[in-house]
């Protein structure tokens, strides 16, 4: 069992910075690759970013390349989303989520991912 919990999110200006942080309860934070997805109000959730276990292969969406960073401290149990460069259609609820794998892999794919946050919300004015 791991539980997240986000924090960080916020109301930012066009072109600030935000970085949220998750933190995961439990031993094995280490076995688990990490995701941010969000949601827009209106809109499906959506992959944002993820991490393999080690850190040392990541994925972003094409919407999100060049501005967002993910990144992860094992022995901190937390995972990072720095956001730079923000606009106003970045505005949504983001989530972090685990993903138990058995290799040193990402995916996009939502329905990979067993657990989930309760989110937090970034809002960014024009």
């Known amino acids: 069992q791991v539980q997240l919990v986000e924090s960080g999110g916020g109301l930012v200006q066009a072109g600030g910075s935000l970085r949220l942080s998750c933190a995961a309860s439990?031993?094995?934070?280490?076995?688990?690759?990490m995701g941010w997805f969000r949601q827009a109000p209106g809109k499906e959730r959506e992959f944002v970013a993820a991490?393999?276990?080690?850190?040392?292969?990541?994925d972003y969406a094409d919407s999100v390349k060049g501005r967002f960073t993910i990144s992860r401290d094992n022995a901190r149990n937390t995972v990072y989303l720095q956001m730079n460069s923000l606009k106003p259609e970045d505005t949504a609820v983001y989530y972090c989520?685990?993903?138990?794998?058995?290799?040193?892999?990402?995916?996009?794919?939502?329905?990979?991912?067993?657990?989930w946050g309760q989110g937090t919300q970034v809002t960014v004015s024009s």
């Open positions: 439990g031993r094995t934070f280490s076995s688990y690759a």
């Open positions: 989520a685990a993903d138990w794998v058995s290799s040193d892999s990402v995916s996009p794919l939502e329905y990979e991912y067993d657990y």
């Open positions: 991490i393999s276990w080690s850190g040392g292969n990541t």
